[in-house]
């Protein structure tokens, strides 16, 4: 059996992650599927290191270097899509007072 990276890279993510069937998968055009790859792509960056404080990502690139990178991707994304840390807004002129 050969290696096959579009099965790898483009079909088994696609049934895993989306839960396409191969009919489905079969119907779509091409320009689709690659659309709904990097799609998949960037929610899995945004919601990599949801969850985990600055401190903890540190602890874990003492064992890991390559996670400060991925730290750094993820918050790139949340700040392209202004996923923000939640602040307390202002309910009412009062409170700003």
């Known amino acids: 059996m050969s290696y096959s990276p ?26 689709e599927l690659n659309g709904l ?4 792509h960037e929610y899995s960056v945004l ?6 404080s600055e401190s903890q990502v540190t602890e874990m690139a003492k064992n890991a270097p ?9 918050k790139e ?9 939640k602040k307390p807004t202002v309910q009412s002129f009062s409170e700003l007072m």
Not at 37 to 40: P, T
Not at 66 to 74: E, H, L
Not at 77 to 85: A, H, I, P
Request: charged share 30%; with cysteine; proline share 4%.
């Open 6 to 31: 579009e099965m790898v890279n483009c079909y088994i993510p696609l049934m895993k992650e989306l839960g396409m069937s191969w009919n489905e998968i079969k119907e779509t055009p091409r320009l």
């Open 37 to 40: 790859l990097g799609a998949l």
């Open 66 to 74: 390559d996670v400060r990178q991925q730290w750094a991707d993820y």
């Open 77 to 85: 994304k949340r700040r392209k899509y202004v996923l923000k840390d």
């Open 47 to 52: 919601h990599s290191f949801d969850g985990y």
